[in-house]
């Protein structure tokens, strides 16, 4: 009954290497995200797609390239990885009011070596 | 622009101490959101609140307490009788306006010593 479930949950690859982490959520929710926390514990968003249209794409290099299926998914795929992209990437879902909360997924940790 | 500050990066009490987490924010919007979220060493953000800001209501959850001030623009959360298993680092997040996403605080980490 796990309502933002994200695979796998430790991902450690070497540099160069292609990754995707992908995420489902069964709350209904139209909305989705992909934030990054960074060593220092700073929590960044960086794409969310509506109903499978992208809606915030922040400043992230364009190695990353998120890809929405349908609204219950959304998958985060990594190319050419750099020691730089190790961190925990959290996938989140909300309606689109606000009231409705955000609720986040457990998190993949990423190693890159 | 969404801004959210927590000035204190790290704080230490004993068990049963009360302690009090700051956070202030910065919007132009009129409508907006507040969330606290905690964040243990297992990893899993888990909420624990959330204040629109037409409601200034202060409100007290069990040892948890949250005290909204709009003329300060703070958010402040208060654990009373603080326990080991508070232990975790503590977010506080703002959505304002017609952005989607939450702008988050940079943290503060909470070490409950026995």
């Known amino acids: 009954d796990t309502a933002v479930s994200q695979t796998p949950k430790y991902l450690v690859t070497q540099m160069g290497n292609d990754k995707s982490i992908k995420c489902e959520q069964n709350?209904?929710?139209?909305?989705m995200y992909w934030y990054k926390q960074d060593s220092k514990k700073f929590l960044k968003i960086m794409f969310s797609?509506?109903?499978?249209?992208?809606?915030i794409n922040e400043t992230v290099p364009n190695r990353f390239s998120p890809k929405s299926p349908d609204k219950a998914h959304l998958n985060l795929h990594i190319n050419s990885l750099e020691l730089g992209d190790s961190a925990v990437y959290f996938c989140?879902?909300?309606?689109?009011?606000?009231?409705?909360?955000?609720?986040f997924g457990s998190g993949t940790r990423l190693t890159v070596v | 622009a969404q801004k959210v500050t927590q000035a204190q990066t790290e704080i230490s009490v004993v068990e049963k101490e009360d302690v009090t987490l700051d956070c202030v924010y910065e919007?132009?919007?009129?409508?907006?959101?507040l969330f606290w979220y905690k964040q243990p060493p297992s990893g899993e953000l888990v909420f624990l609140i959330r204040?629109?800001?037409?409601?200034?209501q202060n409100e007290i959850s069990g040892r948890y307490s949250w005290n909204f001030q709009k003329s300060t623009s703070s958010f402040n959360f208060t654990i009373t009788a603080s326990q080991v298993v508070d232990s975790a680092v503590y977010f506080c997040?703002?959505?304002?306006?017609?952005?989607?996403?939450?702008?988050f605080g940079s943290g503060t980490q909470l070490t409950v010593l026995p």
């Open positions: 919007t132009r919007d009129t409508t907006y959101y």
């Open positions: 997040a703002l959505r304002a306006g017609s952005a989607r996403q939450l702008t």
């Open positions: 797609y509506n109903n499978k249209e992208l809606i």
């Open positions: 989140a879902s909300s309606q689109p009011d606000a009231w409705g909360g955000y609720t």
């Open positions: 204040r629109n800001s037409f409601d200034e």
């Open positions: 709350l209904g929710h139209d909305t």
